[in-house]
């Protein structure tokens, strides 16, 4: 082979190696794992209590978030019905809060 096709050829099989993750199972990694230090360990779990009061308290602000859309869509609603001429075709203020209520259990 020329000097240029061989270059060409060496640079082909490295880039097509490179796409790999060459990872070869050794018993000493395997051993060494165990061994993990502990200071390490233990901020790991502190990082996980974090997390886990993280999402707690996510999940605690999303409740009232939805508890604070239900109640103004309740008020919102009590404010249409005391605004709308009264008439036998509207439908009972409790009637309308179960319809908004269903709607928001499908959204969910």
Do not use: Y
Not at 48 to 75: A, P
């Amino acid at each position: 082979m020329s000097r240029p096709m061989l270059l060409v050829f060496l640079l082909l099989i490295l880039i097509i190696t490179s796409q790999f993750e060459w990872r070869q199972p050794l018993v000493n990694d395997i051993d060494t794992k165990p061994a993990v230090n502990p200071k390490q360990l233990q901020i790991s779990k502190w990082e996980e209590g974090v997390k886990e009061k993280i999402i707690l308290s996510q999940e605690k602000n999303i409740h009232r978030l939805n508890e604070l859309v239900r109640s103004l869509k309740q008020q919102l609603l009590q404010c249409k019905c005391t605004n709308e001429p009264r008439t036998g075709t509207s439908a009972p203020l409790t009637e309308r809060i179960i319809e908004l209520e269903r709607q928001q259990i499908l959204e969910d």
